[in-house]
Structures are given as structure tokens and as C-alpha cells.
């Protein structure tokens, strides 16, 4: 890895102003706070998973990370420079805007809707070459298309080449298109739930042929999937972190193995549990880890701690006071003040429903596993 991270993202913001309906008398616009401060690096060849319920704000890092969305507040740099610096020309980085467009690829959930249904297979590869590549002249364009789609397991590639997009299955779909992001050569590649539509006897044969061809095109990944099991095995064999996304905050961060075998966020205990097919050695408290169901409103989040209203081990400090991200470890971080065996939380208040605890005195102050 460089000094320098890849792609670096600073205290985003993405806010979108949800429009007053016919039935709303007041009239006045409310803000939806889809990802709300969150920092974050993306180094060379790097794996970033990001997990969370529907609605936590995952896709929307994703797709600001590479240029797909604009920050309402914070910055998103490539190699050092701000991406929308250079997209807006004011920027005095040696990069162009379509230089920084071609090194940042998606990978859709639905793979079909993000193919032309009325050009063949070998069309639809054709273009990102043409772009990367205008002087390959048609032999060769096509020649270094099917060694890719050899490389994918579509074979033989001359057949598959001259298909339209409702001749191949779900996974021969997906297969394209990360086909076209890797005919970019791109630094970052977001995945989107790239396999959450596949059957579950396809999903570890994608996340393999995947973190192979990182190993081929020197690429990174952001790995979005609500399934905690999908992100441990995909960070665990690409050596990367998990990144737990909870309305718009990142709760907690750090290598997969570390984080589900000792969560440092309670809401990260909750993903753990919901997941029975982890594998873990070890046993996991039967009792349902949340005071409550009910996802808040992120027009009108909580204040303090965004999940304190749903935590069970929450306090009176939770109310009112936002935790910054605390280190775990030299890899890991937790926007939780049991992370902080010093913090006044251990001196206040649990809220009603909450069983009250000892200090952890001279013990770390992570979360505690049954």
C-alpha cells in the first residue's frame, strides 16, 4: 500500500430534500440525512464491505465514493485531490474528469437493467474499449473480449459474445458486467449487492472469480450487501474490513473476524445475531438484542447516539451526546462509548428497559459476549 490512501473520504454528508406532497399543509421541504459525517480511506487493492439494514445509507456512501453522487458537505478524494474539484475545473491535479469516471466502475444489484437489451454482448464490451482503447481496431477489441469472458467462465467466449442480455442467466449477466468494469482497468470497483439477486449456490463462485480478478486487474472494492455472512466471507478471503452502517453513521469498522467475533458496537451484536449462518465458535445470547423494532425516522433522527433508542445497553449520556469513532485497534474503530472504559457513560444512567451493568474497571470496555 501507498502513503497515500486511493480514495479518501472526509466527514461526507449527502443530504436530500424530500419534497412537500399534496397532503403536507405546511409545505416546507425535509431533509433526509442518508449519510451524515462519515470518514473513511479505500487503499490499493482494497476490500471495504458495507453492512447494514435497508435505509442505513450504505448505497449512498457507495455511490458517492466514486463520483456517482455529490457530497451535500465533506470531500471525496482520488489520489489526493478532490474529485469534484476536478469535475467542476477547479482543480490543479493532473487528472481529468474522465480519467477519474474510467478509475471508478459500478457493479449493479440488477445486472439486466444495466444492459442495453438490443445490442449483443460483444457491442455492449465494445464500448468502454473504445473509449480506454481507441486504437484497437475491431479484431483486436473483440480477440481481447473473449479472453475476458473466458477468464469469467463464459465460455466458449465466441458464442456468449454474439447472445443478447435475455439469453443469459442471472449469473452470466452479473459476469458481464463485471466483465465491462474490468475492460475500465478501474482502481475502485463498487458492488453493489452485486449477488444478493444470484442463487446462494452461485453467490461464494462469484465472490471468488471476483477477488481473483482483483488479483489480475490490481482493482479495490466497496462490497455493499445486507447480509453480514455475504460481507465476513468476502472481507475475510480479500483481507479487507467491514464497515457497519446505521442512519447514515458508520458504527463500527475493522477486519471481519475481529468484528464478529468481538463486536464493539451494539448494533453490530444485533447484525450477529440476526445472522444464524455465521459459523462462529462460539454460543450467542438467544435474547432478542434490541429494545425495539422500529427503525427511527431519518428525517428526524434521534439525537445523542442514533441507535440509543433502539440500544440495550444504552444510557442517559447516549441521549446527548454523539460518539465520535473511538480505536479498537491499530484497524479497527467504534462510535460507541463502550469502546472507552474512561468515558462518563459508565457513571450514568441506563435508560428504562436497560439492566444495569458494573464498570469495567481495568477490563477493555467492548461490548460483553455471552
Known amino acids: 500500500m501507498s502513503d497515500a490512501p486511493l480514495l479518501s473520504l472526509k466527514n461526507v454528508e449527502v443530504h436530500f430534500e424530500n419534497e412537500p406532497g399534496l397532503l403536507d399543509f405546511d409545505g416546507e421541504a425535509q431533509t433526509v440525512r442518508a449519510v451524515d459525517g462519515v470518514t473513511i480511506d479505500i487503499e490499493e487493492n482494497d476490500v471495504i464491505s458495507l453492512v447494514g439494514e435497508s435505509g442505513c445509507g450504505k448505497t449512498t456512501l457507495g455511490k458517492t465514493a466514486i463520483g456517482l453522487q455529490r457530497p451535500t458537505a465533506g470531500s471525496v478524494e482520488y489520489k489526493g485531490h478532490d474529485i469534484w474539484d476536478i469535475r467542476d475545473g477547479n482543480s490543479d491535479a493532473d487528472i481529468a474528469w474522465s480519467d477519474v469516471r474510467r478509475s471508478l466502475q459500478i457493479i449493479h444489484q440488477d445486472p439486466g437493467s444495466s444492459l442495453n437489451p438490443n445490442r449483443r454482448i460483444v457491442s455492449i464490451l465494445s464500448e468502454p474499449l473504445r473509449q480506454v482503447s481507441p486504437g484497437l481496431s475491431t479484431g483486436e477489441r473483440r480477440e481481447r473480449i473473449y479472453s475476458l469472458l473466458d477468464r469469467v467462465g463464459m465460455s466458449p467466449a465466441p458464442d456468449f459474445a454474439e447472445r443478447y442480455p435475455h439469453q443469459l442467466s442471472g449469473g452470466e449477466k452479473q459476469r458481464v458486467v463485471l466483465s465491462r468494469a474490468l475492460l475500465m482497468n478501474p482502481d475502485v470497483i463498487l458492488a453493489d449487492e452485486a449477488i444478493s439477486a444470484l442463487d446462494v449456490s452461485l453467490r461464494v463462485e462469484m465472490m471468488d472469480l471476483m477477488l481473483e480478478l482483483q488479483d489480475v486487474f490490481d482493482t479495490s472494492y466497496v462490497f ?31 477486519p471481519a473476524e475481529r468484528l464478529i467475533q468481538n463486536p464493539q458496537h451494539p448494533y453490530t451484536e444485533v447484525l450477529r445475531w440476526a445472522t444464524p449462518n455465521l459459523g462462529m465458535n462460539m454460543s450467542v445470547t438467544s435474547d432478542f438484542p434490541m429494545r425495539k423494532i422500529d427503525v427511527p425516522d431519518p428525517i428526524n ?5 442514533r441507535f440509543h433508542t433502539r440500544c440495550p445497553k444504552a444510557r442517559e449520556v447516549c441521549t446527548r451526546e454523539t460518539p465520535d469513532p473511538i480505536s479498537v485497534d491499530e484497524s479497527s474503530e467504534a462510535a460507541c462509548f463502550r469502546a472507552d472504559e474512561r468515558h462518563e457513560y459508565w457513571n450514568s444512567e441506563p435508560l428504562d428497559g436497560v439492566e444495569p451493568e458494573s464498570d469495567p474497571g481495568s477490563t477493555s470496555g467492548g461490548v460483553e459476549m455471552d
Open 224 to 254: 455493499i450487501s445486507h447480509d453480514l455472512s455475504n460481507a465476513r466471507y468476502f472481507t475475510e478471503h480479500g483481507g479487507g474490513r467491514i464497515g457497519v452502517m446505521y442512519l447514515g453513521k458508520l458504527a463500527e469498522l475493522g
Open 301 to 305: 433522527p434521534p439525537s445523542g447516539c
